[in-house]
């Protein structure tokens, strides 16, 4: 089992820019792909950016790419994402989730999700 607890997010005016954590905890040797989602009100949840186990590789939604980066730190276990030149059309709960396959931008692929975290952002 894996456990993945979320912090960051908050409140920003439009322009500025958040950071969100995800710390994964118990067998993190079966996790490869780390991945990040968004569910706006009303809107199902989509794929944001993932980042496998080396870090090599990344994926971004082509809505934010550019402006948001993930990365990774193996020795704490934890996934990061950071947000610039937020906008409102960002807004939603944003979910941190970690993958036992290789990395995609498929939800259904993840198999744990962390407890999601606010992301607001006024114009």
């Known amino acids: 089992q894996v456990r993945l607890v979320q912090s960051g997010g908050g409140l920003v005016q439009a322009g500025g820019s958040l950071g969100l954590s995800c710390a994964a905890s118990?067998?993190?040797?079966?996790?490869?792909?780390m991945g990040w989602f968004r569910q706006a009100l009303g809107k199902e949840r989509e794929f944001v950016a993932a980042?496998?186990?080396?870090?090599?590789?990344?994926y971004y939604a082509d809505s934010v790419k550019g402006r948001f980066t993930i990365s990774r730190d193996n020795a704490k276990n934890t996934v990061y994402l950071q947000m610039n030149s937020l906008n409102p059309e960002d807004t939603a709960v944003y979910y941190c989730?970690?993958?036992?396959?290789?990395?995609?931008?498929?939800?259904?692929?993840?198999?744990?999700w962390g407890q999601g975290t606010q992301v607001t952002v006024s114009s």
């Open positions: 989730a970690a993958s036992s396959g290789v990395v995609t931008t498929i939800r259904s692929a993840y198999n744990y």
């Open positions: 118990g067998n993190i040797f079966s996790i490869n792909a």
């Open positions: 980042i496998n186990w080396s870090g090599r590789s990344t």
